[in-house]
């Protein structure tokens, strides 16, 4: 098992940039997919982005291609999701996620250890 924590949310004014990471526990950090949801209020868990086990692959929703890059570093367990020009739409909570697969997924179901989350609030 992993234990997953997010930090780095906040709030930041629209056009600003934030940077998320997920420290994760366990010796096991890059046996995992690594992915990035959102939830927004009255909203279902979104995909955000997603990153391949040794890092070679990466995928993004098409809400923040361009604006978002995630990252990882097996050495430190850590996973990063740069984002840049926020909008006020990407106001959630972010979640890391880790799965116990090769393959990058987009559903929520696929993964299967989360974090609690980190409340990322961008004003217009």
Known sequence: QVQLVESGGGLVQAGGSLRLSCAASGRTFASYT????????????????????????????????????ISRDNAKNTVYLQMNSLKPEDTAVYYCAAAN???IGINPAEYDY?????????SS
Request: charged share 20%.
């Open 34 to 69: 690594m992915g990035w949801f959102r939830q927004a209020p009255g909203k279902e868990r979104e995909f955000v982005a997603a990153i391949s086990r040794n890092g070679a692959r990466t995928y993004y929703a098409d809400s923040v291609k361009g604006r978002a890059t």
């Open 101 to 103: 697969s090769a393959y």
């Open 114 to 122: 989360w974090g609690q989350g980190t409340q990322v609030t961008v």
